[in-house]
């Protein structure tokens, strides 16, 4: 993710990306303190919302099973403030045995749940759905559970929901925590699973969703389009956007299918900023190795985010970013290569837990400076230094890079500060800094191809900068990753 800048004139300081975007969160207290309601027969105990114990977001998630597959499908009716018509179909694969199965859901109304087939008991408990089939299911059982359901694009009260309404439709914006607003999920990042989209949208719209197309099938007024990813995601990288959009097509670096997804009205504004990602995907390769998905492309969404955010294949994009005259040409591209690291570092290699969300926004900061250097001549040196300017006092508001403080109470995407964008990228040019460029280089392309479709922690991290440069790098790390004060800056002893 990436906040946009409000006023585009001075986009050199880091300060301008972290401004919050407009949306408002629910307190989560309030939330948990008004939905538990039983809607068939329930266990003995109360149900209860459960959580895989992420530090900064402990009900997210949900343990004793591990999703292998989602298959969505959503009928939309052509407004978009009206809820739309939905089945999610999830498989997976127990880890416990369970007598009941928590699904992270809490904004839209279920109608019918089964389990293999049968009809399952289910009730809401704070933001979970939790399910309580016929019989209890053992460990290592492979189980289909089938959710008919609502999926409602109006947000609740006070709190963004991960559906975006844009001028023409819908689009999805899922980080960090929202995906189970749209649909029932495991909704944590360490537990990635393939997915099936199916839209149904009536006659002159276009449905596109993350992974590539399967089938077009019409019917009526109505069109189904259908989507499968060929790599395993995470909930909170979803897409689905719902549009009078134009699909371009052209080919990226060895073949790639490169496919965007702009407003049909708008195509001729944004066809220049566009044909631009073929060379963009290339100079990240050069990089750090080949692309890792199967398509690459840009949803430019025609609505007010606040953010850009790079769901897998297919990242979301205000289109005022490219239309408004105020942004400098170089510093858009830099942020279209923001999204697209973030394809190798954060979706590719996912977080194993929110509190490693700088090795995502440390690295897509990185690059994006990097890109803004060669490209446009913008000292990555300037930018690392007014960092190291600044770090102390973005440590103490918002935590060191690998520690982040909680979000703010009603707004969990304050998480994304700059402690976790500049101050990370700071991390690692430390890091280039203290093994050198070419060792630092050979971790960057390990790190990708090692954990690549998996996810990683911070001591994953650590503990191969350590295996290739030679040398425990755990004391160094430990300063720069969870202390309160930035450590002095190698090679650097004027900063
Ligand atoms: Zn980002």
């Not at 019989?135 to 359901?149: K, N, P, Q, S, Y």
């Not at 109470?409 to 304050?414: C, D, H, L």
Request: aromatic share 8%.
């Amino acid at each position: 993710m990436l906040h946009t800048p409000r006023t585009p004139h001075t986009p050199h300081s880091p300060a301008r990306r972290t401004r919050a975007p407009a949306r408002r969160r629910l307190r989560a207290a309030a939330l948990l303190a008004s939905a538990v309601s039983v809607c068939l027969v329930a266990a003995s105990a109360p149900p209860a919302p459960l959580g895989v114990g992420d530090r900064l977001f402990p009900h997210l998630g949900n343990p004793g099973y591990d999703v292998v597959a989602y298959d969505l499908s959503f009928t939309y009716s052509g407004s978009n403030s009206e809820p739309l018509k939905a089945v999610t179909v999830i498989v997976a694969r127990t880890t416990a045995d369970l007598e009941r199965i928590n699904l992270d859901f809490a904004h839209g109304k279920v109608d019918s749940v089964e389990v293999d087939g049968e009809p399952a008991a289910f009730a809401t408990a704070g933001e979970d759905l939790v399910v309580t089939p016929g019989g209890a299911l053992d460990e290592g059982e492979r189980t289909r559970i089938t959710v008919r359901h609502s999926s409602d694009p109006v947000p609740p009260e006070n709190r963004g929901g991960g559906w975006v309404r844009t001028a023409d439709g819908l689009a999805m914006a899922n980080q960090a925590d929202v995906a189970h607003l749209v649909f029932p999920c495991n909704d944590h990042p360490s537990d990635k699973a393939r997915f099936t989209f199916r839209v149904t949208a009536p006659d002159g719209l276009t449905a596109v969703a993350n992974g590539l197309p399967t089938g077009v099938d019409r019917a009526g007024a109505t069109t189904t389009w259908t989507y499968r990813t060929g790599h395993p995601m995470a909930t909170e990288l979803a897409q689905v956007s719902i549009g009078r959009s134009t699909v371009l097509h052209r080919a990226g670096p060895h073949g790639l299918p490169v496919r965007d997804v702009v407003p049909t009205k708008h195509r001729a504004a944004l066809e220049p900023w566009l044909e631009k990602t073929p060379g963009q995907i290339a100079w990240m390769e050069q990089r750090v190795g080949r692309y890792p998905f199967e398509t690459y492309g840009l949803l430019m969404a025609d609505a007010t985010t606040g953010f850009e955010l790079e769901t897998q294949t297919l990242s979301l994009f205000e289109r005022e970013l490219f239309t408004e005259p105020g942004y400098p040409e170089w510093y858009v591209e830099s942020i279209m290569v923001h999204e697209l690291a973030h394809q190798w570092f954060g979706n590719s290699v996912g977080p194993a837990t929110w509190s490693d969300l700088w090795l995502n926004e440390g690295h897509a900061t990185w690059y994006e400076a990097l890109y803004a250097q060669e490209r446009a001549d913008k000292s990555l040196e300037a930018r690392m230094k007014a960092a190291y300017g600044a770090s102390d006092r973005w440590r103490a508001a918002g935590g060191p890079p690998a520690a982040p403080k909680p979000p703010d109470p009603g707004n969990k995407i304050s998480i994304f500060r700059p402690n976790v964008y500049d101050g990370a990228a700071l991390v690692l040019y430390a890091l280039r800094q203290e093994i050198g460029r070419p060792v630092f280089e050979r971790v960057e392309r390990e790190w990708v191809s090692r954990h690549r479709d998996g996810t990683a922690t911070t001591a994953d991290f650590v503990r191969l900068a350590s295996e290739i440069s030679g040398r425990d790098l755990g004391d160094f790390f430990q300063a720069w990753l969870y202390g309160e004060k930035t450590p002095p800056m190698p090679g650097h002893p004027d900063w």
